[in-house]
């Protein structure tokens, strides 16, 4: 007998969300290795913020948990996801979605439209997750 199959929407939603996690993680990463490209504040902001190797770190641990969100999100959706528990799947799907969606909604209260990137970006992913961890819960329960 086969696994039901996924509806559309977890794995449109699952695959939306591995794309940011990607994209959220990309600038992360250049970050990281000293290109100062995108950075909030400026290159100035750069040069401050990464003077202290606590904060490369953070950086390269930012990168880390979106690749792990990446994976979170494939496996909600794969069929090889299937042979993995899913409620700890599900619970890392619904943490992500609880801590970005802090944070972006946080940054928009703090600085309104000042800033139109960043805190966007940080909702929209929790956005994201929240909406790949409801259908995989949906999808369990139906």
């Not at 794309?19 to 290795?33: E, K």
């Not at 930012?62 to 299937?82: D, E, N, Q, Y």
């Not at 990137?117 to 929240?130: E, V």
């Amino acid at each position: 007998m086969t696994a039901p199959r996924k509806p559309l929407g977890l794995a449109w939603i699952g695959y939306a969300t591995c794309a940011w996690t990607v994209l959220f993680a990309a600038p992360h990463v250049w970050w990281g290795l000293g290109i100062p490209l995108g950075f909030p504040g400026g290159e100035a902001g750069y040069q401050h913020f990464m003077s202290a190797t606590w904060r490369i770190v953070y950086d390269w641990v930012v990168v880390f948990l979106s690749l792990t969100g990446c994976g979170v999100a494939l496996a909600l959706v794969r069929p090889w996801g299937r042979t993995l528990p899913q409620r700890p799947l599900q619970v890392l799907a619904w943490m992500a979605f609880g801590v970005l969606t802090l944070r972006g909604a946080a940054g928009l209260v703090a600085d309104g439209l000042a800033d139109p990137i960043w805190s966007p970006s940080f909702l929209l992913g929790g956005l994201l997750f929240g909406g790949l961890a409801w259908q995989a819960h949906r999808m369990v329960q139906g």
